[in-house]
């Protein structure tokens, strides 16, 4: 459940007209009030009656809420709270009354109406959908005092959380503590906009390039490198440099070529503004191998391999292996930190395997990645006590398929049969582990993983069933894994 307090505001009429009105896509339906004041008495009086028109008219419910402001002392220049409450998509639609009961609840923890207090703000909540409501208050209680807010975007978040347990309702991570920076409503309308013209494609540029800075930090063998990497991807890169030694760089900056700002400028996003785990100091743990999950010897083996032309027959078994290799070793350890390295290169193996087999545009398999990546973040990076060999040996598959580049659809399924049943597999022992340290976000999330994994296979048997009619016998065998592998020695796992 995600509360959104907005900037404040000065005209409460003009809002309550939204409210009630159709929406700016006609998304407003059946608009009625669910709560409001301790005294406003019966809440079908304050309802705003039909207009001949059909408007709704809000003019009483307007002068209600702003009469404690024209008679306040000092009242604020901006006296309008607003603040809309949204429910998950898996959530059940709630009744009224639990909106109410919300609604309250956060209007009391943000202490504009703290329970008890019959002096304190008039506000109301508009539902107008089945999954958000909106409250709206005016800033001068009853007894004429403004009342000034402090806090209430965290105040609400924290009221939020304890409702999501509550009600048994989807439990959203606390804020600042997400694998990612998510996209602005801004960022969101726009890239609708230009996609709508065909001048841009659906996915918004801060995801585009965080997927292709994790890809680059995956392959790269160091921070030059990765810079190169990222230039080659036709992705454009800034680096900052320190105030003290001008030739040290202490971070760096990424853009797409075409998206500017108005004026014509480079929207730029630093690394941490695309995900925690980007920043340049983390990226530099990873290259130096501190965080156990790669090594230079892993590397080369991988450059090696992939420099053969020829993808070894056994790939497939070995890449299966791995993962059954590090799922056992993430059920035996005691040790956190030695677990969350070996979920951390997981992690990366499926995002470096969904993005050769989808491509940039993504797909459901990439869509799996993403909610493995948000299972497997730790928020500071823990290093294990001594070297986490599963981990080493899930780093050095991410680095060949990094190296072999895009996976062809008619060669490579075979491998991508094997490594994502195993990564499902791998997915349920993250839940086991997350469940254990009771992070019950994170587990929901890589159970959600484990289960869009598993439908990806049966959308690859199903994709090679309908494009190999020919060969039917080979690709119904596609789901048994002696048969895949019987394919796979024949030599149908080529390389271009």
């Known amino acids: 459940m995600i509360p959104a307090v907005h900037p404040r505001g000065v005209n409460v009429g003009r809002l309550l007209r939204y409210l009630f009105g159709p929406g700016r896509r006609e998304e407003h339906v059946d608009a009625h009030l669910v709560a409001a004041w301790g005294s406003a008495g019966d809440l079908a009086a304050l309802e705003p009656p039909v207009a001949p028109d059909g408007s709704r008219d809000v003019r009483r419910l307007a002068e209600l809420l702003e009469q404690p402001v024209k008679v306040g002392w000092k009242p604020p220049s901006r006296p309008v709270w607003h603040c809309s409450i949204r429910t998950h998509p898996t959530d059940p639609v709630l009744t009224d009354a639990q909106w109410a009961h919300i609604a309250t609840e956060v209007m009391a923890a943000v202490g504009l109406a703290p329970h008890g207090d019959t002096r304190a703000v008039r506000w109301v909540a508009v539902r107008h959908a089945e999954d958000h409501i909106h409250l709206v208050a005016t800033r001068v209680r009853q007894d004429r005092r403004t009342a000034w807010t402090s806090y209430d975007k965290r105040k609400a978040q924290a009221a939020c959380r304890r409702l999501e347990e509550e009600l048994g309702l989807y439990r959203v991570a606390p804020a600042g503590h997400g694998s990612r920076r998510w996209p602005g409503p801004a960022e969101l ?10 001048r841009a494609s659906r996915t918004t540029p801060r995801d585009q390039l965080r997927r292709a800075v994790r890809a680059a930090a995956v392959a790269a063998f160091d921070e030059t490198d990765f810079f190169e990497r990222l230039g080659r991807d036709g992705v454009l890169v800034r680096l900052r440099h320190s105030t003290v030694d001008p030739s040290a760089v202490t971070g760096y900056s990424v853009g797409l070529p075409g998206h500017t700002t108005a004026a014509g400028g480079t929207v730029w996003y630093g690394g941490g503004r695309l995900a925690p785990d980007l920043t340049l100091p983390r990226l530099r743990s990873r290259w130096t191998g501190t965080s156990g999950q790669d090594t230079p010897r892993a590397r080369l083996t991988a450059a090696q391999i992939a420099a053969q032309g020829t993808i070894p027959v056994d790939l497939a078994e070995r890449m299966a292996s791995v993962v059954r290799d590090a799922v056992t070793a993430m059920r035996s350890t005691r040790d956190f930190a030695a677990a969350a390295t070996i979920a951390g290169a997981a992690a990366d193996l499926l995002f470096t395997a969904a993005r050769a087999w989808e491509g940039r545009g993504g797909g459901p398999l990439t869509d799996a990645a993403d909610h493995f990546d948000r299972a497997a973040y730790e928020a500071r990076a823990h290093v294990p006590a001594r070297p986490v060999p599963a981990a080493g040996g899930l780093g050095a598959m991410s680095r060949l398929i990094a190296v072999m580049g895009r996976l062809s659809r008619d060669r490579d399924t075979v491998m991508m049969l094997h490594l994502i049943r195993a990564l499902a597999g ?71």
């Open 189 to 198: 309308n726009k890239t609708a906009r230009l996609a709508a013209a065909g």
């Open 426 to 496: 791998l997915a349920d022992a993250l839940a086991e582990l997350r469940q254990a340290q009771a992070r019950l976000n994170q587990a929901r999330v890589a159970r959600e993983a484990a289960r869009r994994l598993r439908a990806s296979v049966s959308l690859f048997i199903a994709e090679d069933s309908r494009i190999g009619r020919a060969g039917q016998n080979r690709n119904t065998r596609l789901g048994h894994p002696e048969a895949v592998g019987a394919d796979h020695r024949r030599g149908s796992h080529r390389r271009r």
